[in-house]
């Protein structure tokens, strides 16, 4: 073999060689020195951390052609939807027609496109729900959302919520219960299953359902989809109970140690955690010298004043009794 043919070949060689590690993605060696190889999104190159090698050149920029400063900027600038969604029943990825009868550049629209439009938005939240399963759903999510903004839940336990109840009505929990009541205990459900429990008194105050159907729902529904859910405990409502009543750190402190002092002496089994966390709260402040009424703590946790005073004679008792 010729120097000219040999020269060629090696050349030929190493050509392939390199545009086989630039193939390759992240993760592969240099193939001069074996380093690693990372990416220069500025420039457009592979390139060796350790000796410098330029592996690959003139990368494709995946990225936007346009830049932003800020998130609200980029937000403008950005042409994608939101996210996909569970507290849609379509997961959010069908097509919205705008109320208002504008074009794109806010111009008002002509009477007969208004008319047009009206007709368009029309068959378009019909085809949204094309069977009673979607309609059931869209009704159901739509119940769980106004239910969890009034009591303060956040979008984690709105989606939890969601998948529970598309469970229940993929495996026909539904017939012979009311769609209010499957969304509340699934509520109830996800919520507990969060850690930021609700009362039942509470989700009856939202709810369109009577407490004890929302207690028999709930249990069905935990029973047939096998979820596994803890008991709630006191110690998680008392937070919320002491923001209520606006009461000091030292009270929502003093009221925590009662609660724990209560489980290691084993008086919580088979008390409401409502009560316990409510008595609680009511003692800490008492030794804590702050001003508050059996009437109020009863008012914000929404129980009888007279369990806040059996529970409270059981926390204070040294024995327990």
């Known amino acids: 073999m010729s120097e000219k043919t040999k020269t060629h070949a090696d050349e030929t060689q190493r050509t392939g060689s390199e545009h086989e590690t630039g193939t390759r993605g992240e993760g592969t060696v240099c193939p001069e020195c074996s380093g690693d190889l990372v990416k220069d999104g500025e420039r457009g190159e592979t390139v060796c951390e350790d000796c410098g090698l330029v592996v690959e050149t003139d990368e494709i920029d995946r990225g936007p052609e346009w830049r932003a400063f800020d ?4 937000d403008e600038k950005s042409r994608v939807g939101a996210p996909t969604t569970n507290m849609m029943h379509d997961r959010g990825l069908s097509t919205n027609i705008d109320w208002r ?3 794109a550049y806010g111009r008002t629209l002509a009477s007969n496109q208004r008319q047009k439009m009206n007709r368009l938005r029309k068959w378009n939240e019909r085809f ?7 309609r059931n759903l869209k009704q159901a999510l739509g119940e769980i959302d106004r239910m969890a903004s009034a009591l303060g839940l956040p979008d984690s336990v709105r989606e939890t919520t969601s998948v529970i109840y598309r469970r229940a009505l993929s495996e026909d929990l539904l017939p012979g219960r009311s769609i209010e009541g499957v969304a509340t205990a699934s509520l109830y459900a996800a ?7 609700r009362s039942l008194d509470e989700l009856t ?4 359902v009577e407490k004890d159907e929302i207690a028999r729902t709930y249990r069905y529904v935990i029973r047939e989809l096998e979820l596994e859910i803890q008991p709630a405990d006191p110690e998680s409502y008392v937070p919320r109970f002491a923001s209520s009543l606006a009461l000091s750190e030292e009270t929502n402190r003093q009221a925590r140690e009662l609660l724990a002092d209560a489980k290691r002496r084993g ?3 088979g008390k409401s955690p409502v009560g316990l966390a409510a008595a609680a709260i009511y003692a800490a402040a008492r ?3 702050e001003r508050v009424t059996q009437r109020e703590v009863s008012d914000v946790a929404e129980i009888s004043e007279v ?6 004679q059981e926390l204070l008792d040294e024995d327990g009794q």
Not at 71 to 74: D, G, V
Not at 128 to 134: A, F, G, I, L, V
Not at 307 to 312: K, P
């Open 267 to 269: 008086i919580h089994s």
């Open 287 to 289: 030794l804590s010298n």
């Open 191 to 197: 919520a507990r299953q969060a850690g930021i429990p």
């Open 128 to 134: 949204r729900t094309q069977d009673s399963k979607e």
């Open 101 to 103: 009868d504008k074009d």
């Open 71 to 74: 998130a609200h900027e980029k």
């Open 205 to 208: 105050n939202v709810s369109r």
């Open 307 to 312: 369990t806040i005073r059996n529970r409270y």
